[in-house]
């Protein structure tokens, strides 16, 4: 089912619009940016796992026999593409601050653009689908946006300098990628279409489970907890709302 172009598009742009709002957040008020970031990360934690296990992962296995492999493979994809560009920057630069910075952009900015491929991906396999995952995606790029410029700032960039680089990274690269991917997305059959939905739910996965559920476990804050658990229970009222049939 193709829900054209402009449902996906227009997901992708709030999707960059949140983060630019992340980033202008921290740059002027740091203390609450950095303060309340983490029940954003927590709340979108939850979303994002229960999402992908409670419909998206069975939602592939239906479309595609082979859904269980690719699944693996969005995930291990991810974190072998991390480790990578973390080993390639830093054996490059003299200054380790410099090179968190730089690899924090360029690992966000490549997560975002394939960010844009699961917006068009998801809607194009179904409108409930589609929101299902933007809901999740785009609580998180909230404290993504702040994320990308803590770390650039503190690693030797200018403000401004900090904003134009993030700003590229984590936001517009989301709706480039959902540009990119929607012609061929919304030309495949259904089986390829539900391979790529696994390989999407792999990657998922992978955000909420690598890099936002660790974010509850370190912080003390008992608000934290409360806030993972309210993304797990928005989630699963969401998927038992859907319409049978």
């Known amino acids: 089912m193709d829900n ?9 742009s709030l999707a960059a619009f ?11 008020f740091e203390k609450w940016g950095l303060k309340n970031s983490v029940y954003f990360i927590c709340f979108a934690a939850g979303v994002l796992v229960s999402v992908s296990f409670l419909h998206i992962i069975p939602k592939s296995i239906v479309m595609s026999p082979i859904a269980p492999f690719l699944l693996l493979a969005g995930f291990l994809s991810l974190h072998l593409f991390n480790r990578f560009i973390a080993a390639f920057v830093c054996d490059r630069h003299e200054n380790p601050d410099y090179n968190l910075g730089v690899v924090a952009m360029l690992g966000i900015g490549f997560h975002s653009f394939i960010d844009g491929f699961i917006y068009s991906i998801t809607f194009t ?16 790029e909230f404290p993504e946006g702040i994320i990308t410029y803590i770390l650039l700032a503190r690693s030797g960039f200018s403000d401004r300098k900090a904003t134009v680089w993030a700003l590229l990274a984590a936001a ?20 390829v279409l539900g391979s790529l939905l696994a390989v999407s739910a ?20 008992s608000l934290s907890l409360l806030a993972l658990s309210a993304g797990i229970l928005v989630a699963v009222l969401i998927v038992l709302s859907k319409p049978h049939g």
């Open 4 to 12: 054209g172009l402009w449902i996906p598009l227009l997901a992708s």
């Open 18 to 28: 949140v983060t630019s709002l992340g980033i202008f957040v921290i740059r002027k």
């Open 125 to 140: 396999v179904g409108l409930f689908t589609g929101v299902l995952a933007a809901i999740g995606m785009v609580l998180h």
């Open 172 to 191: 517009l690269t989301t709706p480039a990628g959902t540009l990119v991917s929607h012609t061929f997305v919304t030309s495949v059959d259904v089986a």
């Open 202 to 221: 792999g990657a998922l996965t992978y955000v909420g489970a690598t890099h936002l559920l660790p974010q509850a476990e370190k912080q003390p804050k």
